[in-house]
């Protein structure tokens, strides 16, 4: 640009072709001019980038290799070529309370132009501008929210999927990126598409109770409706012979009424009667409440589908609190403790 | 207080024995109130309450069952009466980012008087006021973090105990509710003891690949500083058996050299060579990097002690960025894929 006399704060817009969104390269230079990033669908190669984004140019661009430089009589309104590059942010909100949404979830709900969700999800990533369009679905179809989410940031849009917990554990974030593996549309691959992590249940539950997963553990979902129930039973198995400390996500629900009981067959075979659980329902929610119970007076009916259960290990050790309650911990150390473990 | 002709707003302070600084009933009190809590380690009952804590009253206290009514003459200065209840708030930076890091966590940071922790992440949870007292050290002792944390508590401190990732996981919170259940001393055991979670390391490394943690995972150390060996490989052959996804926290070192190759050997008996791997170390740091390599070429010195290590399992699958680097995620399903399935 030098050569040419142009200083770089004259750029109005960096235009590139919808199939070449993503390249690294691109984003460098419209980064570090400052200037927006336009996309446009139907162009390619430098020269028909050029017709396409400015059809009334005086003079003709310069051209050097993939790259053309285009200079404007008038000033160039940026928003007015091809489209924005869409982004799509999947959102964990953690297990409900505002104090434990990491900041850049909460900017990016902020942020969006568009808010894809379970409905009750939703609601609790609120409160929105009245300018952010809500897409709230009622239904848990998991794989069409993610196509919607991703169809509209293939728009140009700045959009957010909401997921409670983390979107990697147990949501959103297989969804879409299942979603995206099934499409050929380079349109929906060239979206700046981002993964934003959160607190999931148990981790909200584990702190309220004390540090139940301070060691070795596994998280292991009881719903049989996209894996067999064989499945489930051994992989119980194995985390029970294994002695890891065990969480259950959806451990019961109307339409799955005897899974758990079933699950804690399996698992008493391994564990003693005394090995303490965690019950945490609504955890970091208004209702939240908590229990500590042995495994061997455990009964399905003390659990609901809003219940996160934590089963301990051979060493999750379990001591009254002051107020009455109890810690439950599972120490760091296995086998013989070390010569100054703090525990009995 | 009616009764008497007194307003509730007259309350200077409320003062209980050190014992029974947990008891919810005082809190209650005390919050209904608006009024501080301070706590007497040498007096018990009412009468001796008053005694200690307003020697020179004129007027004997209306004492009714465990509840003593001391009016004074003079404005009473609640701070110069015993003690405030210690806190101690056991917390979780996450992987490094602020912006990954709970507000909860924040404030916590922001508002206590001590700060223990192991110095790295002492400098990476500051900056800290000018009247901050920062207790950083510089070795691995954990318990003896732990100990110096709940002793500064028990004394009337706010305190704040410093961990990477979730304190529960793998981290402080294990080794404080340790420290706590050797104790005796009914001090540390009557302090405001809260962990409070935050997201851990594996999380962010999956967050940055997509979704290798979508379905059922479990989170191993491979330190066997505090395990035998043998329990780690035979969590190791579980877990792969199980078709798990696994994280491996501490997974070399140079103490540990060995250790990874001979989980990797156990894994691959189990587990095809194309399975995906993902090697995210520093996420959430300035140096963060991000790669994802087929078990079948993975090898140690491809990571080090700063290194997440996520294998995934036999659905665990990947697909190309339009950045040329690579998604990874696990389906929401296992086995036969349901109708309406996203990816292949």
């Known amino acids: 640009m030098g050569a040419r006399g142009l200083s770089p704060l004259g750029v109005a817009a960096i235009v590139a072709a919808e199939r070449d969104a993503a390249r690294p390269e691109i984003h460098d230079v419209a980064e570090s001019l400052g200037r927006p990033l336009r996309l446009l669908s139907n162009a390619n190669g430098p020269a028909a980038l050029v017709q396409a984004a400015m059809p009334n140019l005086a003079e003709q661009p310069f051209i050097a290799g993939p790259v053309a430089l285009a200079v404007a009589q008038l000033p160039v309104d940026a928003a007015a070529i091809g489209r924005a590059r869409g982004k799509l942010a999947v959102v964990g909100l953690g297990p409900g309370a505002a104090e434990w949404m990491a900041p850049e979830a909460r900017q990016a709900l902020d942020n969006a132009q568009d808010i894809v969700g379970y409905e009750t999800y939703v609601?609790?990533?609120g409160p929105f501008a009245?300018?952010?369009v809500i897409h709230a679905s009622d239904n848990r179809e998991e794989l069409d929210r993610a196509r919607h989410a991703l169809s509209l940031a293939a728009g140009g849009r700045s959009v957010v999927?909401?997921?409670s917990g983390d979107p990697g554990i147990f949501a959103m974030g297989a969804a879409v990126l299942e979603a995206l593996h099934g499409s050929a549309d380079p349109a929906w691959h060239g979206i700046e598409l981002t993964v934003m992590p959160g607190?999931?249940?148990?981790?909200g539950a584990a702190a309220r109770a004390g540090a139940p997963l301070g060691h070795d553990f596994c998280i292991l979902s009881l719903s049989d409706n996209l894996k067999p129930w064989e499945v489930i039973e051994k992989r119980l198995d194995h985390a029970a012979?294994?002695?890891l400390v065990m969480a259950f996500y959806n451990p019961i629900s109307r339409a799955r009424?005897?899974?758990?009981?079933?699950?804690?067959?399996?698992?008493r075979v391994h564990r003693a009667p005394r090995t303490p659980v965690v019950l945490g329902r609504d955890v970091g929610r208004p209702a939240e409440s908590l229990r500590v119970v042995p495994l061997g007076e455990l009964k399905p009916d003390d659990v609901d589908m809003r219940t996160v259960v934590i089963i301990g290990s051979s060493t999750t050790t379990i001591f009254p609190r002051a107020d009455g309650t109890a810690w439950v911990y599972t120490p760091r150390w296995y086998g013989a403790p070390p010569p100054d473990a703090g525990g009995s």
Chains 1, 2 share one sequence.
């Open 123 to 125: 609601r609790m990533a």
């Open 257 to 267: 009424p005897w899974q758990l009981g079933r699950a804690l067959e399996i698992v």
């Open 161 to 163: 999927v909401v997921s």
């Open 130 to 132: 009245g300018d952010q």
């Open 241 to 243: 012979a294994a002695d």
């Open 199 to 203: 607190i999931s249940a148990a981790q």
